[in-house]
């Protein structure tokens, strides 16, 4: 007696997401961690140094209390306690903390871009009253208060010389403090609008950047009365970055992020344009290789610098409003719009390489003598593999036609992979019981059968034997039609499936002769330009003389 034969499902390559060495490194973080803060996140920035905390800057006025400032007959005690509502705070993380470790509030207003020196021992802030502070990380009070700006201070710095502050506010100026002193050392008014955005070279202690809603970036030197480098953007500035050499300059406004040439007076190298909405925030990686770009499109999209393709992405629940990558890419910090924070951290390797370690003997004792080649002399003796049927199969194997038909229509093979219905149904068709199969079934199962053939015999790769199948439901089921009105109105959807199908199908012939018009075409001028260079020879129209 022959064996049974599965039935075979003719399966077709699916579009995966291509799997690079950016989605298996950027994928390598463990589930986020939320913390709530109180208010929008305006700024994130990890110390330099070790243990890596970070400084989280929100600030939030509780809804509700602008009545209650209303009344004016509150004592020195109430106000007191209303402001603990007020919420103006600098928090301090932990690397894996989900609490605060310290907390700066000694904000009157709404505190701004709390950012660390390059040691770590020092955090600058601004704040709405103007007023720029300067934070000993030890301590709580502030150590040194810099006035000078007339509205809010959104942008606050050191350069790299670590005794210099410089700052950008809502009064369109920019300034360079001195931190021993307190005084100011140079103060420039080139902006037209709201300075909103900053950041100072690595490389040269006198240089810094500011970016403004006035549409323009500009590089200060502080040895120089006036800017040395403006560009135009485009769009209200909302971040700039300065890579580690200071030769390239990013900057992020509106939906576009832009890259410049510093080096070669500003001249723009390239323009990206991958988010739906105002990109908010930018970092760069601890090598440098790749940049990120925060939007209130909810999404973090990761660029090569050297390509400046996207190579991997985040999607977010709320709108970003800062980023922040710790050193050697270990935890990112992403702080949104609803005063969520999003903290991930990436994987231990150890367990990776302990799981490795413990697989390996297991797996070259399973491999043992697979690559062994038989010699001539050699007899080989082989055990049959025995196949478990699927249950389709055993029915079929059994002859019972009818209950394979009804295997293949539930739900999980159906819906998910409508190929083995299919499948089943040619084998039923080649075997010449398709039609018994389909016969003998009530309202519900010709409901069933009729969905799933309305719905997939547009599809090319099933149109063949669905259409067959439709044909034999059409010709079984004929004389019931009108007693049922489910029934009735399965048939009128594959009318209009099929019709549907039908003027697709004339429409891509016209196409295709349009083609195949312009096609000829072609071929005709490029015939005709072949004889026009024969007949252009000397030797051709010497011919073509004596012809005549």
Known sequence: MALYKPVVVQTC????ERIT????YWEGYKAPVQIKEFGAVNKIDFSPVPPRNYAVTASSRVSGFSEVFMFLSFSRYHMRELNVFLLYQIH??????QEPIKTF??????AYCGTYRDDGNLLVAGSEEGIIRLFDISGKAPLRQFDGHAKPVHVAGFPSDKYRIFSGGDDYSSKLWDIPTGTEIVSYREHTDYVRCGCASKVNADVFVTGSYDHTVKLFDARTKSSIITIEHGQPVESVLLFPSGGLLVSAGGRYVKVWDVLKGGQLLVSLKNHHKTVTCLCLNSSGQRLLSGSLDRHVKIYSTTSYKVVH?????ASILSLALSPEDETIVVGMTNGVLNIKHRKPEEGKEKSQKKRQPAYRTYMKGKTY???QEDFSVTKPVRRALRKYDKLLKSFQSSKALDAVLEPSIRLHTPEVTVAVMQELHRRGTLRSALAGRDEKQINLLLTFVARRVIEPRF??????????ITDIYQPVLGQSAIVDRQFLRLQEAIGKEIDYQGELLEVLGMMDTL????AEKKTTCLEENRTSSPTETIETDTND
Do not use: N
């Open 463 to 472: 149109t063949p034997i669905l259409v067959t199948v439709a044909d034999m």
């Open 21 to 24: 060495q950016d989605t298996v």
């Open 373 to 375: 080649m038989p010699k």
């Open 313 to 317: 992405s985040f999607s977010y629940a």
């Open 519 to 522: 096609f000829a075409t072609f």
């Open 92 to 97: 301090i993380y932990g690397r894996y903390s």
């Open 105 to 110: 509030s000694r904000f009157k207003d709404a």
């Open 13 to 16: 390559p699916r579009l995966g």
